[in-house]
Protein backbone atom coordinates (compact mmCIF):
# COMPACT_ATOMS: atom_id res chain seq x y z
CA UNK A 1 0.00 0.00 0.00
CA UNK A 2 3.12 2.17 0.80
CA UNK A 3 4.38 2.03 -3.04
CA UNK A 4 1.19 3.55 -4.74
CA UNK A 5 1.38 6.63 -2.36
CA UNK A 6 5.25 7.35 -3.32
CA UNK A 7 4.60 7.06 -6.77
CA UNK A 8 1.80 9.67 -6.37
CA UNK A 9 4.04 11.51 -4.06
CA UNK A 10 6.92 11.07 -7.08
CA UNK A 11 4.19 12.45 -9.60
CA UNK A 12 2.99 15.27 -7.72
CA UNK A 13 6.92 16.57 -7.22
CA UNK A 14 8.20 15.76 -11.23
CA UNK A 15 8.14 19.31 -12.67
CA UNK A 16 9.32 18.32 -16.25
CA UNK A 17 5.88 18.06 -17.71
CA UNK A 18 5.78 22.44 -16.19
CA UNK A 19 8.87 22.92 -17.94
CA UNK A 20 7.23 21.76 -21.36
CA UNK A 21 4.05 24.02 -20.81
CA UNK A 22 6.21 26.58 -20.28
CA UNK A 23 8.32 26.31 -23.56
CA UNK A 24 5.08 25.94 -25.62
CA UNK A 25 3.61 29.02 -23.90
CA UNK A 26 7.06 30.62 -25.04
CA UNK A 27 7.45 29.18 -28.31
CA UNK A 28 3.66 30.43 -28.97
CA UNK A 29 4.24 33.96 -27.83
CA UNK A 30 7.18 34.07 -30.54
CA UNK A 31 4.86 32.56 -33.12
CA UNK A 32 1.99 35.22 -32.06
CA UNK A 33 4.65 38.34 -32.40
CA UNK A 34 5.87 37.27 -35.24
CA UNK A 35 2.77 37.00 -37.24
CA UNK A 36 1.99 40.65 -35.45
CA UNK A 37 5.18 41.74 -36.97
CA UNK A 38 4.46 40.85 -40.31
CA UNK A 39 0.91 42.40 -40.44
CA UNK A 40 2.51 45.18 -39.15
CA UNK A 41 5.17 45.40 -41.49
CA UNK A 42 3.53 44.28 -44.42
CA UNK A 43 2.25 46.40 -45.98
CA UNK A 44 5.17 49.24 -45.45
CA UNK A 45 7.62 46.32 -46.75
CA UNK A 46 5.16 45.61 -50.37
CA UNK A 47 5.46 49.73 -50.10
CA UNK A 48 9.07 49.67 -50.61
CA UNK A 49 9.29 46.56 -53.26
CA UNK A 50 6.20 48.33 -55.48
CA UNK A 51 8.55 51.63 -55.47
CA UNK A 52 12.03 49.52 -56.20
CA UNK A 53 9.82 48.16 -59.39
CA UNK A 54 9.04 51.30 -60.40
CA UNK A 55 12.59 52.41 -60.14
CA UNK A 56 13.59 49.70 -62.34
CA UNK A 57 11.12 50.25 -65.24
CA UNK A 58 11.56 54.13 -65.36
CA UNK A 59 15.52 52.84 -65.44
CA UNK A 60 14.59 50.19 -68.48
CA UNK A 61 15.47 47.05 -66.62
CA UNK A 62 13.32 44.50 -67.33
CA UNK A 63 13.63 41.03 -65.39
CA UNK A 64 15.17 38.20 -67.90
CA UNK A 65 13.35 35.55 -68.80
CA UNK A 66 14.85 31.74 -68.17
Do not use: N
Amino acid sequence: MLRPIKQVHKFIADEEGATVVEYAALVALVIAGCIAIIFILGGQIRGGFQAFKELLDAAGIKPSTP
